[in-house]
């Protein structure tokens, strides 16, 4: 296993690796937009409520017409072309904010890795949507079949309600009908590890292990702040409080990766009062959520986050282990440095139990690979006298080849 200062020194190609990441191809117009004029707008263009004082005009950034606060209450940054560059999140109609957000609407998850490697599934955090995963998705890939699917509420699925219930059936519909072995490895971020908490307790078949991270603040010291915010905020102060939260305690996130996993998608602030009863629901189960499920459970949290439940919650465990992240915040899932602490600690986790060595032995036995080819020495992988624990041990020296 690797140690943490071979883990924490950032990759030759890493300029490369957050740089990929760019904007995706969307459907814009071939020009800038004009606005309409007041005057030429009495009623809302989209549901035709008539304004007045108190029914006021704002004008989408996209498009150029003008709606109700209802009709045009969402915020995301717009793509450069052709709107010219911008650092600001922009208020956009109800429309707009799918056919400008990065997102695709037309797909419930994305995929990556090789088809027959083990399943790894990511769940995204409250408020955001599958594209808050890309560094995990483009980290993993290289080890695992990777599914990044919407949670209810958020991305594509934006116009289903948010229940434990619904996220738990969204997940657990994905393993069975997408995954080969209709079991995987669940790793989930704040909700969205919560959300594997209940996964597990409810389908541990479906389950080969779960990773908890950056869900162990009490939320019920917070409470009535968090439904304060669900109730009395609008979009736009609830855009700004996450752009300076992001500035505060993320300077070490690249702008690219801000831009492209929170801002560019567009984030799912209709669904904050839900997001918090959802929350709240898994943290008052969750010790004996956790107790019992059998399965192999890792929690990892950032130094600097919240942490108040993190010793209850492993001693409710059955099996489980604990990574800290050096100096991490909350927002780490975004930081490339501490992605790739973490993303070591999850992979050496896989390997501990055995589910990683299987994504090595699928390379070997499908592509008709071996260990000694790598070093120019010929042998015959496709020999049927090889017991498992040879092919197991062929397998993990591929793996840590693969790793360096």
């Known amino acids: 296993m690797a140690s943490e ?20 191809h969307i459907k814009v117009p071939a020009e800038k937009p004009v606005w309409v004029e007041d005057s030429a707008s009495p009623c809302c263009h989209s ?26 209450g969402k915020y995301l940054r717009l793509p ?20 400008l957000s990065s997102i695709d609407y037309s797909h419930r998850f994305d995929t990556a890795g090789y088809e027959k490697a083990p399943a790894l599934i990511l769940l995204h955090p409250e408020l955001t949507s599958r594209r ?35 996220a738990v059936n969204v997940v657990a519909e994905l393993i069975k009908t997408e995954t080969t072995e209709q079991k995987a490895l ?24 779960i990773i908890v991270g950056g869900c162990c603040q009490d939320l019920a010291t917070d409470s009535k702040l968090l439904r304060a915010g669900a109730t009395l905020l609008n979009n736009r102060m609830r855009s700004m409080i996450v752009e300076q939260k992001a500035s505060v305690t993320g300077a070490n996130i690249p702008p690219v990766v801000l831009k ?78 501490s992605c790739r602490v973490f993303h070591h600690y999850i ?35 496709s020999d049927d006298s090889d017991s498992d624990a040879e092919a197991n041990a062929r397998a993990a020296k591929m793996f840590s080849r693969m790793r360096k």
């Open 80 to 99: 450069t072309k052709p709107y010219g560059p911008s650092t600001e999140l922009q208020r956009v109609c109800n429309q707009c904010f799918r056919d």
């Open 260 to 337: 492209e996993a929170l801002y560019r998608p567009g984030q799912f602030f209709d669904c904050w009062t839900e997001c918090i009863q959802l929350m709240e629901e898994v943290q008052t189960k969750a010790e004996l959520m956790l107790g019992s499920y059998q399965g192999p459970v890792l929690f990892v949290n950032g130094e600097q986050d919240s942490r108040e439940l993190e010793t209850a919650w492993m001693a409710a465990t059955q099996r489980s282990q604990l990574k800290v992240v050096p100096n991490a915040p909350h927002l780490m899932l975004y930081d490339p440095i």
């Open 5 to 24: 200062e071979q883990i924490s020194k950032p990759d030759q190609d890493e300029d490369t690796f957050i740089s990929s990441i760019g904007e995706q």
């Open 186 to 209: 669940v790793f989930g971020y704040s909700m969205g590890g919560l959300v594997a908490i209940a996964l597990a307790a409810r389908h541990p078949e479906l389950c080969a292990g």
């Open 47 to 72: 549901c035709q409520a008539k304004f007045t004082f108190f029914q006021r005009r704002h004008h989408c950034r996209g498009c150029g017409n003008i709606f109700d606060a209802a009709c045009a």
């Open 347 to 381: 992979r050496d986790f896989a390997e501990l139990e055995g589910y990683l060595v299987a994504v090595v032995r699928h390379t070997v036995e499908e592509l008709n690979l071996d260990s000694d080819e790598e070093t120019g020495q010929q042998s015959d992988s």
């Open 132 to 166: 808050a995963m890309l560094l995990q998705l483009e980290s993993f890939k290289k080890y695992f079949r990777v599914w990044s699917p919407d949670l209810p509420g958020h991305g594509s699925l934006v116009d289903e309600k948010l229940t434990l219930d619904s």
